[in-house]
């Protein structure tokens, strides 16, 4: 069975700070899907990332940054220079490649980030 | 390009009723899934549709059902209302079975 960990439920950070949430995920598959969602107040999930679990490398998209390490079964972000804007719950999500049957998600807990002015 | 749509916004209902709630998807995009989503936790897989059919599903009881239409569309319907269904339903369409999903705004089901 699949799961996904997000052990700070919540984070607050002065604008400008550097902030890292944490996610460590289960899986019994060698093929699988990790991804980051970003819900803000109006309650949509708006997605970040997606990364396969033979790709590695570290991705960077302007101030937000991802690090995966199947070793320890984390892919963490960060973001760099948080703003305000930023403040929003944020998911950590996982799914398995299943003979193609299909790909439901497994989220995590979820991560709230309040960054103040 | 119009992203996933949900209706309706907010619904209010009371114990025992029915209800349906629709999802139209992404253009372009041809499977759709659905998940409830309780205060204050992450989102729990419902259903996934594609060609019309249930092709996953998550631990939900048999009171919450789906139906995909040949536009891609989808409805899901929940018999039985309880106090506990009360939560954020949440609508993701992708390209295929296994692509990115992409979230609606959600419909909001509060059951008194």
């Avoid at chain 1, 570290?58 to 199947?70: A, D, L, T, V």
């Avoid at chain 2, 309706?8 to 114990?15: A, D």
């Avoid at chain 2, 239409?69 to 018999?79: D, T």
Wanted: aromatic share 12%; with cysteine; charged share 20%.
């Amino acid at each position: 069975a699949q799961k996904v960990t997000q052990a700070q439920t919540e984070i607050s950070v002065v604008e400008k700070e550097d902030v890292t949430l944490d996610c460590v995920y289960e899986t019994r598959d060698t093929t699988y899907y990790l991804f980051w969602y970003k819900q803000p107040p109006s309650g949509e999930l708006v997605f970040l990332i997606r990364r396969n679990s033979f790709d590695e490398q570290n991705e960077i998209s302007g101030r937000y940054s991802w690090n995966f390490q199947k070793s320890t079964s984390s892919f963490n972000f960060t973001i760099t220079a948080s703003q305000v804007v930023d403040s929003a719950v944020y998911f950590c999500a996982l799914s398995e490649e299943v003979n193609n049957a299909g790909n439901m998600l497994t989220f995590g807990g979820g991560t709230r980030l309040m960054v103040k002015p | 390009d119009a992203g996933v749509t949900q209706s309706p916004t907010h619904l209010i209902k009371t114990r025992g009723q029915q209800v349906t709630l629709r999802c139209s998807p992404k253009s372009g995009h041809d499977t759709v899934s659905w998940y409830q989503q309780a205060l204050g936790q992450g989102p729990q897989f419902i259903f996934q549709y594609y060609e019309e059919e249930e092709r996953q599903r998550g631990n939900f009881p048999d009171r919450f059902s789906g139906h995909q239409f040949p536009n891609y569309s989808s409805e899901l319907n929940v018999n039985a209302l309880l106090l506990g269904d009360s939560a954020l339903y949440l609508c993701a369409s992708s390209l295929d079975r296994v692509d990115t999903q992409y979230f609606g705004p959600g419909t909001r089901l509060t059951v008194l």
